[in-house]
């Protein structure tokens, strides 16, 4: 082979190489995502809790403690499956915990709201754990689950005031991930609204936060 013939070959293998380069698929982005489930809180004038309540991490065992997002099929209940590019901001169990906070203190819910890094000890806490937090898809529009355990008690005398199981389903406005999130946050203001009304039924002296010197 001359010379020539042999850098036009070379040639040609660089051109299939670009191309094949060109043809390949790009790969798939990671998509993060929160929540701002304060949208439209009504706030009480006078909070029916007097003095601090904290709000600590939601307990959340296997996948639902992960980050990714969780799916279903409505054929195959009880299988639970994960993206593989979209994730919210932080672990499930302490983005409600900081939507939560935020939450009750847009209700007005007591004195204080805040999270048990305020030093001492709150006069009320609000504990719980996450059941469900996924999507459901299938044949018709896809909705979203979520379930929550939530508790309140007294740190004084370790009294029960409040224990409730919050349950929301909520069908996405369509198939974008970007419909989902909207409906998860959706999902989650329903029921942090319920809370909400729940703690109003019981109002209660908590106490301000003892600080240590």
Do not use: K
């Not at 296997?62 to 901001?89: A, K, T």
């Not at 909207?182 to 936060?209: K, M």
């Amino acid at each position: 082979m001359s010379r020539s013939g042999a850098w036009r070959l070379l040639l040609s293998a660089i051109v299939v190489a670009a191309l094949a380069a060109c043809a390949q698929p790009l790969v798939p982005r990671d998509h993060f995502y929160r929540l701002n489930a304060v949208g439209q809180v009504p706030a009480f004038r006078d909070p029916p809790l007097v003095g601090t309540v904290t709000v600590s991490p939601l307990r959340a065992d296997g996948l639902v403690s992960q980050r990714p997002v969780l799916f279903s099929h409505r054929d195959e209940p009880l299988e639970l499956r994960q993206y593989n590019y979209h994730y919210w901001v932080e672990p499930p169990p302490i983005l409600l915990q900081r939507q939560l906070i935020d939450h009750l203190r847009a209700a007005n819910v007591a004195t204080t709201v805040a999270s048990p890094d305020l030093r001492g000890a709150a006069g009320c806490r609000v504990l719980g754990s996450v059941r469900r937090f996924e999507r459901i898809v299938g044949p018709e529009p896809s909705r979203i689950a979520v379930e929550l355990d939530l508790i309140l008690v007294r740190a004084g005398d370790a009294a029960e005031l409040l224990s409730t199981t919050l349950r929301a389903d909520m069908q996405a406005g369509d198939e974008r991930m970007e419909s989902v999130i909207l409906a998860f946050d959706a999902a989650v203001t329903r029921l942090f609204n319920q809370f909400v009304a729940e703690l109003r039924q019981i109002p209660t002296r908590c106490g301000p936060a003892r600080r240590e010197s």
